[in-house]
C-alpha cells in the first residue's frame, strides 16, 4: 500500500474541498439558519436544471470544445415539449419530442464542427442565437403554459407532466416537505456519466481527444464520431433538464427561459476543476462545482446581500478556480 | 584564448542524466563539428550554450569571460523566418530602426546589402523569404546573427535539406566568416561535410565526449563513426535472414500534389523494410497517406491483392495496419491518459463486456506487453508522462502492436531514445518480424536501417530513386542517393 498523498488528494478533489470550505463558511455566518435540512434541499433543487445541463457542458469541455447554444436550446426545447403536449395531449409524445430535439440540437453542432471543421466557438454561438431567434418567432416573443391555449383552458387531462418535477419523496418530520424527484434525477445522471466517463471506452475516447486530438486520430479512435455523440449525449441530457423545467413550472417562455445558463453550466465545469483546454475533469466534480455556485447564491440571499451582486461573487470564484487549475497544472509539471 | 569554453558542464532530465561532465571547447577564427548519434546530447549542450537550458553544474567561458549570450547565435534546424516578410525586415525583426514614427527602410536595407557582402552574397534584401530557396534562408538567419554582432554562431544541421550546389554556397559563407575572426559550431550527421569543411571536431556519446580533436588529411569518416557509435554496444547478431512470406502491400502509382509522387512498392510477409532520404523527401506525408492520416491521394493501395481505399486511420486498423508515428509527444501520447489506457487506446472497445472496460483484460494486456518488450513501467495507474522516453517509446509501440496488425509501419521510431534502448527496440523487430509482422521503417540514421532492414528505399524530394538489398545499404550509397546523386 502506498502512502497516502493528501498533495494529490487535494489536487484531484478540488471541487469537492472548495464546497466543504465553503459550507463551513456558511455555517460559520449564518449558523442553522444555513445549515439545515430544508435549505440544503432548497439548494439543490435550485440548481438541478443547471447542473444536469452541467453534466453535457462537462464531456463537451473534456473533448476540447465548448457549447454556448445550451441555454436558447432548454428555451426551445421546452417550448417544443409543451406545445407537443398542448397540441396532441399525449405526454409521452412531449417527452420524445424533448429528447428528438436535443439530440438533434446536438448533431447539427456535431456535425458542422468535427465534419466541417468550424470552431465549436462559432458554431454555437451562431446556434444559440438560431434556436433563441427561433423561439422568439414561434411564440411571438412570449410563452406557452401547459393545458392552456391563449387563455383558455383545453380539454386534455395532462397536469400529471407537472409530477414530473414536483413529485416529493420520504415527506417526514424531519424533511417537511420531502425531497423532490428531480434531485434524484441529477444525482443519477451524474453517477451514470461518471460511470461512462471513466470506464467506457468510448468515455475514455473522449478524454484522449481532448487532451490530443492528433494522438487519438493516430491511434485509429473514430474522432470525428466521437465528437459528434459527445455533443448528442449533451443535447439529450440538456432535453432532459429542460423537461425539468417545463414540468416544474407547467411554463416557458421564448424571451427569458434558460437565459445565461450555458455561462452557469460553463462556470460549474470550471469550478469542477475541468480543464478548459480539454483531456481531464470529472462529472462529479462538475456536481460540486454546481453546488458552489448554488451556495453561495443561497447564502447572499440568507445575508440579505443585493442579488445583483451573485453574478460578480460567482464570476469572481471562476476567475480564482482558473487561477488554481494554472497553479496546480504547473506543479503537476515540477514533478 | 578560446571562443567558446565549457568545462565540467551537467544537466539531468528528472533521473536521466543527459551531460555527464562535459568539457567542450571551440578556437576563435575555426569551424568546429559537433557529432553524436540522436540522444547523445548535442543539442542539450548547444541548448545550454544558447541559454535556452540552464545546466546543473560547469562553468561557461565566451572569449575568457563570463557567460555572454548577447555573443552566441543559434541557427536551429526549424528555421525562424518569417516568410511574408523581405529579407532586411527578417533580420530586423523586433528591433526595426525608426525615423521618428515611421520604420527607416533605407538604413535597415543598406545595412542588411553591407551584412550580406560581408559573406560574399549578393542578393537584393527587398526580396520577400518565401521567394528564397534553403540556402538563402540559412543565409538570411546568419545574417540575423552577424547583425546582433554575434562571434559564435551555432548550427543545427544546417544541410538536410539542402542540394549539393546549395550545401557548397553554405560552406563558402562558413570560410568567409571564419577567415573573419567568427567561430562556427556545425552539428552535423553528415560526415563527409565535417572532413570538408571543420577544422577541429568533438564527438559526444551518451552524455560524455569520448574524442576530440584536429581533422587532418588522415581522418577518416570511418574514425568519426566509430567514436559515434562506440565499440561496446553489441550490435552484431541484431540482424537474422530470414524466409519472406508472399506480398502483403503493395502501393501503386501513389501521389499527392508538393508531397509524394509515383510511388511505387512492394512489401512481403515477415519483411522489415526501410524507407529513408533527407528532410522533405515525403516519406512521412507517403506513409500518413497509406495509414489513412493524410487522405486523398491519387493511386492505390493494395493489402493481400484487394484495393483498399484509406479514408481513415480506422479502415487502416481494419485492415490490419499500425502506425507508430514520429514526434511522440504531439502524435504518440496522450499526456492526459495513464500507461494501460495508451497502450490499449486502440482496442479499448474490444475489451468491454456489456458496454463496460474490463479491468483485469485490461491488466493482462498491460502486463502482456510491459512483459515482452520489457518495459520499465511501475505501476501501470500512472500516467504515462510519468515514464522515460525511451519506456514511452515502447508504450507507443505496444499500442500499435496491440491492435493484432500484420503491418506496422514505424516513423523515427527510436527517436529521443537511448542507446540501448534502441538495440532493444531493434531486436524486439526482429523478433517480431520472425513471428510473421512486417515492418516499414522511415528513418534517416542509416546504422539503424542497416541493423534491421532486409531492404531499403531511398527516397528524393517525393519519388523512389533506388531499391537497396543489404549489401547495397551503404552509408555512402544511401547519401549519395538521398541527396539527388546517381549511382
Known amino acids: ?335 | 584564448m578560446f571562443a567558446v569554453e565549457m568545462k565540467g558542464i551537467k544537466k539531468s532530465f528528472s533521473a536521466n542524466y543527459v551531460l555527464k561532465d562535459v568539457n567542450f571547447t571551440v578556437e576563435k577564427g575555426s569551424i568546429h563539428a559537433l557529432l553524436g548519434e540522436n540522444g547523445a546530447g548535442k543539442s542539450t549542450l548547444m541548448n545550454i550554450l544558447g541559454n535556452i537550458l540552464h545546466k546543473d553544474d560547469g562553468q561557461i567561458l565566451v572569449y575568457g569571460e563570463s557567460f555572454d549570450d548577447k555573443k552566441i547565435a543559434f541557427i536551429h534546424q526549424e528555421l525562424s523566418l518569417v516568410n511574408d516578410l523581405n529579407i532586411f525586415e527578417n533580420l530586423y525583426l523586433g528591433k526595426e530602426l525608426k525615423k521618428g514614427f515611421l520604420l527607416d527602410k533605407k538604413t535597415m536595407s543598406h545595412r542588411a546589402s553591407e551584412v550580406l557582402g560581408r559573406m560574399g552574397v549578393d542578393i537584393n534584401p527587398y526580396t520577400m523569404v518565401s521567394e528564397l530557396n534553403p540556402s538563402y534562408k540559412q543565409i538570411t538567419e546568419i545574417a540575423r546573427a552577424l547583425l546582433k554582432e554575434a562571434q559564435v554562431i551555432i548550427m543545427d544541421e544546417p544541410t538536410t535539406s539542402l542540394t549539393e550546389v546549395e550545401t557548397e554556397l553554405i560552406f563558402n559563407v562558413m570560410r568567409t566568416l571564419r577567415d573573419q575572426g567568427i567561430s562556427l559550431i556545425f552539428i552535423s550527421h553528415k560526415l563527409n561535410e565535417v572532413l570538408e569543411v571543420c577544422d577541429s571536431y568533438t564527438i559526444l556519446r551518451d552524455g560524455e565526449v569520448v574524442a576530440t580533436g584536429k581533422v587532418s588529411e588522415e581522418l577518416t569518416e570511418k574514425d568519426l563513426s566509430t567514436h559515434m557509435v562506440g565499440e561496446e554496444v553489441n550490435t552484431e547478431g541484431i540482424y537474422k535472414t530470414r524466409e519472406l512470406g508472399e506480398v502483403i502491400l503493395e502501393i501503386k502509382n501513389m501521389s499527392k500534389e508538393r508531397e509524394y509522387k509515383n510511388v511505387n512498392l512492394n512489401l512481403r510477409k515477415g519483411e522489415v523494410l526501410g524507407v529513408t532520404g533527407l528532410l522533405g523527401d515525403g516519406r512521412t506525408e507517403l506513409f500518413a497517406s497509406v495509414y489513412g492520416a493524410n487522405p486523398p491521394y491519387e493511386g492505390k493501395v493494395i493489402i493481400e491483392g484487394k484495393e483498399v481505399k484509406m479514408r481513415g486511420t480506422h479502415t487502416a486498423m481494419t485492415n490490419k495496419i499500425a502506425y507508430v508515428p514520429k514526434n511522440r509527444k504531439e502524435n504518440g501520447i496522450i499526456a492526459d491518459l495513464n500507461i494501460k489506457e495508451n497502450l490499449a487506446l486502440s482496442v479499448l472497445s474490444k475489451i468491454q463486456s456489456f458496454g463496460i472496460l474490463k479491468n483485469s483484460t485490461l491488466e493482462k494486456l498491460t502486463n502482456d506487453y510491459v512483459k515482452k518488450l520489457d518495459i520499465k513501467a511501475g505501476d501501470t495507474n500512472n500516467l504515462i508522462t510519468s515514464l522515460s522516453g525511451g519506456n514511452q517509446q515502447k508504450i507507443v509501440l505496444a499500442k500499435a502492436l496491440c491492435s493484432n496488425p500484420s503491418v506496422v509501419i514505424l516513423d523515427n521510431p527510436t527517436q529521443g531514445v537511448d542507446v540501448g534502448a534502441k538495440m532493444e527496440i531493434y531486436r524486439q523487430i526482429i523478433s517480431l518480424s520472425e513471428q510473421g509482422y512486417s515492418f516499414i521503417i522511415l528513418s534517416n540514421e542509416v546504422p539503424e536501417l542497416q541493423r534491421t532492414c532486409d531492404r531499403v528505399y531511398v527516397m528524393f524530394q517525393g519519388e523512389i530513386r533506388q531499391e537497396f538489398n543489404r549489401e547495397e545499404m551503404t552509408e555512402e550509397n544511401i547519401m549519395l542517393i538521398s541527396t539527388g546523386g546517381k549511382l
Open chain 1, 1 to 335: 500500500m502506498k502512502n497516502f498523498n493528501y498533495k494529490q488528494f487535494l489536487i484531484e478533489n478540488s471541487a469537492f474541498v472548495t464546497f466543504v470550505l465553503l459550507l463551513i463558511i456558511a455555517t460559520a455566518i449564518m449558523g442553522t439558519t444555513f445549515f439545515n435540512i430544508t435549505n440544503f434541499v432548497n439548494i439543490l433543487f435550485n440548481n438541478t436544471i443547471v447542473g444536469i445541463i452541467a453534466l453535457g457542458a462537462t464531456i463537451i469541455i473534456i473533448s476540447g470544445g465548448i457549447d454556448l447554444s445550451v441555454g436558447s436550446a432548454t428555451a426551445l426545447t421546452g417550448l417544443i415539449t409543451i406545445a407537443v403536449i398542448n397540441a396532441t395531449g399525449s405526454i409521452a409524445l412531449g417527452v420524445m419530442a424533448a429528447f428528438a430535439a436535443g439530440i438533434f440540437m446536438g448533431l447539427f453542432n456535431g456535425v458542422l464542427i468535427s465534419y466541417f471543421r468550424i470552431p465549436a466557438f462559432i458554431v454555437t454561438l451562431g446556434a444559440m442565437q438560431i434556436f433563441r431567434s427561433l423561439s422568439l418567432h414561434y411564440w411571438n416573443g412570449g410563452g406557452i403554459i401547459l393545458g392552456r391555449a391563449g387563455g383558455t383552458v383545453l380539454d386534455i387531462d395532462v397536469l400529471g407532466f407537472r409530477d414530473f418535477s414536483n413529485t416529493r419523496l420520504f415527506t417526514s418530520e424531519l424533511l417537511p416537505n420531502g425531497l423532490p424527484l428531480p434531485v434524484f434525477y441529477w444525482i443519477a445522471l451524474t453517477i451514470l456519466l461518471a460511470v461512462f466517463c471513466k470506464k467506457t471506452a468510448l468515455g475514455r475516447h473522449i478524454y484522449a481527444i481532448g487532451s490530443n486530438e492528433r494522438a487519438a486520430n493516430l491511434s485509429a479512435v473514430k474522432v470525428k464520431q466521437v465528437k459528434v455523440f459527445v455533443y448528442m449525449i449533451a443535447g439529450g441530457l440538456m432535453a432532459f433538464a429542460a423537461l425539468v423545467e417545463a414540468s416544474r413550472l407547467g411554463s416557458m417562455n421564448s424571451a427569458t427561459s434558460g437565459t445565461l445558463y450555458e455561462l452557469q453550466a460553463i462556470a460549474a465545469v470550471v469550478i469542477g476543476g475541468t480543464a478548459m483546454s480539454g483531456g481531464r475533469g470529472r462529472p462529479i466534480g462538475t456536481f460540486f462545482g454546481t453546488l458552489t455556485l448554488g451556495v453561495i447564491n443561497n447564502l447572499m440571499n440568507l445575508m440579505g446581500l443585493p442579488s445583483f451582486l451573485v453574478g460578480a461573487i460567482q464570476g469572481s470564484i471562476v476567475i480564482i478556480a482558473v487561477l488554481f487549475q494554472m497553479s496546480v497544472s504547473k506543479m503537476q509539471k515540477q514533478f
